[in-house]
């Protein structure tokens, strides 16, 4: 039976409610008619015999028959598809070995991971010179169409060829400073074009770029040069975020006077404030001419590139040379220095970019990430580029100068493909619509999500407002440490359902655990989510610490790659990710995902935002304390707080009872949008005198509000 009638097919239709229900209707009668067809579960286990009978991937994936004969490939024969999927690549030398990996730290060998062995290829060679090698046109295409913070700057978009140049004048910069093939290179920028130079020049000529977020203050950046041996950092004088000015490079001043980075020789700074541009006044002006500058370490990189020339072969690098390491936050301890390689990892991003968001060849991709972040590394540079797409560079916010910034920025760009953060979904939802609809979006025809599960209340308003109920949201679940996306619709593939990330990409295979028992459970089901088996884009350790990627990633499940996220497989395969297992509250013997309680109260009309933790209670064993930022025209009242708790209640059951309701205007987030759980809950336990480090805030001031007015701090 031909289930190629599946495909998402919402109508213009712009009431929230109508097209929710449209949305499970069509999603229940696709399950009661493609029972096996789409059960993951049962065709995940019976070894089938691929229907897929091409020796080549195709260009696109169009339905979920398509997609099962390809995933079944995809498990059965790793070798096979991935070899398929390496073409789309150009290698120097093409790799004999595909895998060759054990995830069962039990084994002699231990965890290793190595796909592509053998193969040589240079990353940058593929984002840039290849295009134009195979299509002189190419040189022509923009590549990159930057969007500066003030929308009224003029810049100029960098085509292919512009982009090409710059990398390899800039990569000459790098080797005259002695940087070689393996060398640490840290990379502290504002979202410009010249953070795509730096990053693709590191990848030119073989060096490990760690990028190290804007956002961060001195002292974490010195922790991630030290930690990496750092030589030579990247930066700008300057960057603009929201009107306004971030001094980045007196910050790298400040971080290279502590002890641990005497180690950093080269300062490489960017010009934020191009010539052409010389005239225009920002919040940045006032500041110009009183950098510090170090003669012998500091170099303004625009005068380096007048003194070097055009030549730059790539460097031809072994499929597993890292590419880049990337700093995480673990949920204790110091950040985790993620390595990524290169043939995997390009191998990987490339394929997802190409098929999940369905790109086709002109459209224009905005992704609202900082490359400071993984989705920035591959979803903004290597994914869009090693497919010759043009990808939209955004410097600002999306509130600046009001909240139809992104709308606007889509109108001016025409932008097709749009992917940003549920965050800035929920914080633009909270304001009046006619911010959205004012603006056309005509241009839009897929809008992506990623970073924290999507409530429906977002998830739909984003579909209906945003998308005029004709854009499918891509869900993507995916992580720092698996390189890219790993669960997620396939743009136009098969039918949405609010919430959920829907079905694993090719060559992963999920697997739920009970958390107590620590066995497998069978779908349908919720447990801790795990992956059964390698796939290209998986990070291949920690930085020079192959013994705590074991124990975190590995110990937990012998034999699997352990997420640290509880995840629902339904009874047609979806998957709908719960939260992070550790944000479960126990109470008198319930567990209480927060992010379902978080869901309940978002859903709630006037709530813009909430953060659930708990606190010891001698009773319960845990409390339920709930931040929750209201809309703009919703005020705080006592009824409004009775009325929360009751949602709560009759939302998730009877036994859920948030204990205090705490209004608030914000809630502590890091720059890339997560709230900060850690110190909400030291707030509550309460533990106020040792918060840690609260630097890396966005707005570190709120965390003092929440302290006085919580009742649990009296
Ligand atoms: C964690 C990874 C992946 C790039 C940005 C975040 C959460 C991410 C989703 C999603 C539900 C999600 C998970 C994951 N997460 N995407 N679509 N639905 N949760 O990278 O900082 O490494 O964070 O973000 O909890 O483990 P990251």
Redo the contacts with the bound molecule.
Sequence with gaps: KSSSKLSHNFTNNNEIHTSAARTSALLSTSIGFQLNPINITSYRLASTNSTWNESSLPDKIKSLDEYKALYDLSINDPERFWKMAAEHLDWYRFPTKIKNTEFDYRTDRGVDIKWYEDGILNVCYNCLDRHIDHDSSASKQVAVVFEPDTPTETRHHVTYGELLRDVKKFANVLKKHGVKKGDRVTVYMPMVVDACVALLACARIGAIHSVVFGGFSASNVAERISDCDSTVVITSDFGLRGGKCSPLKSKIDQALKMKQCSNVRTVLVFERNYGNNADVKDACSDQRGTLEWKEGRDFWAHKEMETVNENCPPEKMNAEDPLFILY??GSTGKPKGIVHTTGGYLTYTSLTFKYIFDYNPGDVYMCT?DIG???GH?YIIYGPLSNRATTVVFEGVPTYPDVSRFWNVVDKHQVNIFYT??TAIRSLMAHDDKYVTKTSRQSLRILG??????NSEAWKWYHSVVGDGRCPII????????GG?M??PIANAWELEPSS?TLPFFGIKTQLFDKSTKKPLTPPNTGELCIQDSWPGQARSLYRNHERFVDVYFKQYPGYYF???GCEIKKNGYHC?T??VDDVLVISGHNIGTAEVEAALNEHAGVSESAVVGYPDKKKNQGMYCFVVLKDDTKESEELRKDLIKSVRNTIGAHVNPDVIHFTPDLPKTR?G?IMRRILRKIVEPDTSNLGDISTLTDPSIVKELIKKSPRTK
């Design positions: 995480t936050s990430a972040w993984i989705t591959s953060a549920p999500s990623v970073g924290e599960p999507i869900d993507t679940w995916w992580q720092t440490e698996t996306v669960i997620t990330a997420t640290g996220d990710i939260g992070r890339s997560k």
